[in-house]
Nanobody, 130 residues
Framework: QVQLVESGGGLVQAGGSLRLSCSAS????????VGWFRQPPGKEREFVTA???????????EFADSVKGRFTVSRDDAKNTVYLQMNSLTPEDTAVYYC????????????????????WGQGTQVTVSL
């Protein structure tokens, strides 16, 4: 099992940026695929992005259409940390953001399904005001 802790959430004005961090301990992080999800108020948890290591020092990510071009994701396996950079934020991005991990299956199949992840952080609140 791996323990995850998100940080970096807060209140930001529309158009602003935030960087979230997800720090892991426990299971070797480098062998895991990492996903970010969010849960807006009163809504279901939704996929944001997932990142996998596809080679030494090489990573690949997929993004939800709603965040493409505005969010980027990176990871530092030496620090067991994944970063979610969020730019051009809008009030629609307001949500609790969670990171999650699953053993890397070798593909992105199921990467957008929360049920495919076996460890979750406690979440960090992001609020975007007008």
């Amino acid at each position: 099992q791996v323990q995850l802790v998100e940080s970096g959430g807060g209140l930001v004005q529309a158009g602003g940026s935030l960087r979230l961090s997800c720090s892991a301990s426990g299971r070797t992080f480098s062998s895991s695929a990492v996903g970010w999800f969010r849960q807006p108020p009163g809504k279901e948890r939704e996929f944001v992005t997932a990142i996998r290591r596809i080679g030494a020092g090489t990573y690949y990510a997929e993004f939800a259409d709603s965040v493409k071009g505005r969010f980027t994701v990176s990871r530092d396996d030496a620090k067991n940390t994944v970063y979610l950079q969020m730019n051009s934020l809008t009030p629609e991005d307001t949500a609790v953001y969670y990171c999650a991990v699953r053993p890397d299956s070798g593909s992105f199949v199921g990467a957008n399904d929360p049920k495919q992840y076996d460890s979750w952080g406690q979440g960090t609140q992001v609020t975007v005001s007008l």
